[in-house]
């Protein structure tokens, strides 16, 4: 399998609770980290932008079981290719709550990155997508993101 980054956009269907959030983030990280994949998930009160890394097939089949999730919709496939490297190796799947970032910093980041300071990724690049999450990847949700990531092998041998 080859090694491949996808990148997409998607519309909440209703705003989730911030516990809802973090138990969604924490299955994701579970499954996973079963199938290698990594990545970054940023939300605000009506949207997701997420990154995936992994496996091409694993990946491929994941995107497909998250574009089935009556949670949201509209997704909008921003990039999908081989990368030679992950930028997310440490974070089964990093969470960051995109609200909760301190207003000033925020917009600064995103006026950055895209064409202006509000979050919508639908107007985005996969790359300035992916420098926007680059970019926040210091910033993630204390209660949920900050899990490293942690191959199974290496607890064995632990
Ligand atoms: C925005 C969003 C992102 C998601 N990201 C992942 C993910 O990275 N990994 C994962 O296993 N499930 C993720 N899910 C959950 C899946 O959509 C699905 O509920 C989960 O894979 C269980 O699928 P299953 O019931 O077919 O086993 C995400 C859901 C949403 C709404």
Not at 7 to 29: D, F, K, N, T, W
Not at 120 to 129: H, L, R, V
Request: net charge negative.
């Amino acid at each position: 399998m080859r090694l491949v980054r996808l990148i997409y956009a998607s519309r909440s269907v209703r705003m989730l609770p911030m516990g809802e959030m973090v138990s969604l983030l924490e299955q994701c990280r579970q499954k996973n980290q079963e199938l290698d994949i990594t990545g970054m998930l940023a939300f605000s009160r009506d949207g997701f932008l997420q990154v995936l890394e992994g496996g091409s097939e694993n990946v491929n089949a994941l995107y497909h079981r998250i574009a089935a999730d009556p949670r949201h919709h509209q997704l909008a496939l921003l990039g999908f290719g081989e990368v030679v490297e992950r930028e997310f190796p440490d974070w089964s799947m990093a969470g960051l709550d995109v609200v909760g970032l301190e207003a000033s910093r925020r917009a600064a980041t995103l006026l950055r990155h895209g064409t202006s300071a509000v979050f919508n990724p639908f107007t985005m690049s996969a790359s300035a997508a992916l420098r926007l999450l680059v970019a926040w990847r210091s910033e993630l949700m204390p209660c949920a993101g900050r899990e490293p990531r942690i191959p199974e092998d290496a607890l064995e041998e632990a």
